[in-house]
């Protein structure tokens, strides 16, 4: 804590959790960023991340700093998400429920994706949370699914089935999105 | 290998998650089903899409600021990795003296600033510690005539208590908290959804100057009157947490609330 700097020891200690630490605030926010899907939301999450960071910095083991933060950056957004949002139903995610969408092997099902930037990322915002969180991980973040493993506490099983159900989802809003924008074109 | 297994390995297949024998079977089914190939090809596609998307968002600049401290020692260290060793080991060496002649200079200044830096530090501590759940408040009011009574027999001195609402700074509660191992009065305001703790403690000496501190986005401003000593600390930028500070010592001039 900040009074602790004054022991060189914690000096120490304040300098290796800056060396550690620090380095991963882009991809604290980036996280951040896309389960809060908002700015101001996503600096107060990452803000609270790096205090509880810093708190428990002594139970911090010298395993991978990126990971530990991650960890801390989706707890501490859950925490604060269910504490402002009571009145808001808690999204419970129902794996049985989302199974793969079953994709008819039709041509236009397989209609090439459009890769815009905007499309991609309002699907990708459309996406519910868990899914969200391991396809950002995934993909920008460029995690192995053990790395998300441990920052979601989920099974290794249970990371490759939700990143099979979150490409599949971007895919069919992707390519429904763009099969929409043609039928716009044509009228 | 089935459609079905194949749907869900073949993106661990994209991702090289998968171990040579499973590599193997993946390939082998989409040599011979076209329609797991061809979704193969779309979710590289947008893999490779997500990739040139520029979708990774940096840290603003003001998160940045609060965590990257400027600091001589340790931030910028290059790996030296090139052929010229003696060089290398000579600037290592070079450095190595710096750390060594400005680290002590270093740890002097923070001690050097004394008990004031040391009570804001310990006061910012408590701050944190009381935005822990279920740790902020004792007594929930935002009747200072709750309050302050409140107070009575819990500590060796009697708080001067107030309600700021008409200036913005609603009173909300009040909680007993210890610094530098005394027993302190805290009242808790709230600055829209900001949190400011102000500590009082009584003090022999008066000692007029006001002292602003900041850790990490956190602000406390510290002062003594009339044989008490305050630290006000918050997370509301430091204009307003000034304003506060007027707002409350123009309330010490007028006779104390019985």
């Known amino acids: ?187 | 290998m089935m459609c079905d297994d194949a749907r869900l390995l073949l993106h661990a297949y994209l991702d090289n998650e998968l171990d040579a024998a499973q590599s193997v079977a993946i390939v082998r089914h989409m040599q011979a089903c076209p329609s797991c190939a061809a979704s193969y090809a779309d979710y590289g596609q947008l893999r490779e899409g997500m990739g040139r998307a520029s979708l990774y968002r940096r840290a603003p600049d003001t998160l940045r600021k609060t965590w990257q401290t400027e600091k001589p020692v340790a931030s910028t260290t290059p790996p030296a990795r090139t052929r010229r060793a003696p060089l290398a080991l000579a600037m290592a060496a070079g450095f190595a003296a710096a750390v060594i002649i400005a680290t002590p200079l270093w740890l002097t200044s923070t001690h050097r600033t004394g008990d004031a830096s040391q009570w804001a530090d310990e006061a910012i501590s408590s701050h944190i510690r009381s935005m822990q759940p279920q740790h902020l408040m004792d007594v929930v009011s935002t009747d200072q005539h709750t309050v302050k009574p409140w107070f009575d027999g819990k500590l060796d001195f009697s708080p001067r208590v107030k309600d700021l609402a008409g200036e913005g700074f609603p009173l909300v509660g009040g909680r007993l908290d210890a610094l530098g191992g005394r027993s302190v009065a805290a009242l808790i305001f709230k600055r829209h959804l900001h949190i400011i703790n102000l500590y009082q403690w009584p003090v022999s000496s008066d000692d007029a100057v006001q002292i602003t501190t900041q850790w990490h986005g956190y602000n406390a401003i510290q002062w003594t009157t009339g044989h008490m000593h305050f630290v006000a600390v918050s997370n509301v930028n430091e204009s307003e947490l000034h304003e506060f500070v007027l707002a409350f010592q123009n309330d010490s001039v007028t006779p104390p609330m019985r």
């Open chain 1, 1 to 187: 804590m900040p009074s602790d700097i004054h022991h060189p020891a914690a000096a120490f200690n304040r300098t290796s959790f800056e060396a550690c630490v620090v380095p991963y605030l882009d991809a604290a926010y980036n996280l951040a960023r896309w389960l809060a899907r908002d700015d101001t939301d996503a600096q107060d999450v990452v803000q609270e991340s790096m205090l509880r960071a810093f708190r428990y910095f002594h139970s911090f083991h010298g395993d991978d700093a990126r990971v530990w933060l991650l960890a801390i950056v989706r707890n501490t957004f859950y925490s604060l998400r269910s504490k402002a949002a009571a009145d808001a139903k808690h999204e419970t995610f129902d794996d049985e429920a989302h199974t793969l969408i079953d994709e008819a092997p039709s041509p236009e099902a397989r209609a090439l994706i459009s890769v815009d930037i905007q499309a991609l990322q309002a699907a990708l915002e459309n996406l519910p949370h868990p899914l969200r969180e391991v396809i950002v991980l995934r993909e920008l973040e460029e995690c192995s699914y053990k790395e998300i493993a441990n920052i979601t506490g989920q099974k290794i099983g249970t990371v490759m089935s939700r990143l099979a159900r979150a490409r599949e989802r971007l895919k069919a809003e992707l390519s429904s999105s763009s099969t929409e924008a043609r039928r716009h074109d044509v009228r």
